[in-house]
């Protein structure tokens, strides 16, 4: 019996992002934003920040609150402390990440621990399904130690965060959204290959050289997004390479977004801001 062949995902779109400020005055890419929420169901935002000034990140990300969604934070170097109003404070270091699921409402704050120096990672908000947007706030800091890794035979390193890739299981699994978020590093020469279902949205973002996928290159600081069309990826590296591969299951659901809340109707809106303005949110 022959084997279905598979059949290899191509590049929809390439993305650049757009160059903003966020916080206190932190300079920063916004590589998914609003208008590609639906097109990148379940991922609502992805920003890239990287940057040898201190003055493009030492104000950080004073106290603001969440609400209806999941942040996850990945530092590839630099120092930041995480502190809650639900008790929760860390420090993320070089290699580590940061999962926080906002749920019902919490306040936070992100402030650089250095002067001087590189800070460079990402921050991703990844959406939660209708019947947990008002769970319990959960956080969790993981050291660059703790996240799992494995070393293919094409000549990549990877990082999994979230989902499995080859046999390796990340370090958070999600049975709504089946996020798989991989730090790929590869080697001049380096081919990444990965079975994933044509109904799962995917980007990868380009962040060190530069990649082909479908012989298509894509520039470093620019964002892939992948067609639906197969059920499977691959990325080569002729000169190497370093990317962040992000994707998962849509939710399908309606998304109403006011800033920092996002819920599925107006009316859960208005009360994300009269919770938050009460002093209700996090307390």
Known sequence: MNETPIRLRGVEAQVDGVQTRDGAGVRLTRVLGASLQRRLDPFLMLDAFASDDPDDYIAGFPDHPHRGFETITY???????????????????????????????????????????????????????????????????????????????????????????????????RDATAPLIVDLHLDAGGRFEQPLPGAHNALLYVYRGEVEIGGQRVAQRTMAVFDNDGDALRIDAPQGARALLVAGRPLREPIAQYGPFVMNTEQQIYQAVNDFRAGRLGG
């Open 75 to 173: 530092m590839v170097e630099g120092r930041m402390l995480h502190r809650d109003s639900a008790g929760h404070e860390g420090l993320l270091e070089a290699g580590g990440m940061q999962w926080m699921t906002a749920g019902r409402g919490v306040v936070h704050s992100e402030i650089p621990q250095q002067e001087s120096g590189r800070m460079e990672g990402f921050q991703l908000w990844l959406n939660l399904p209708a019947d947990a947007k008002m769970c319990a706030p959960w956080y969790r800091d993981f050291s660059a130690a703790e996240l799992p890794r494995l070393r293919t035979a094409h000549g990549v390193d990877a990082v999994v965060l979230a989902g499995r890739c080859g046999d390796v299981a990340g370090a958070i699994t």
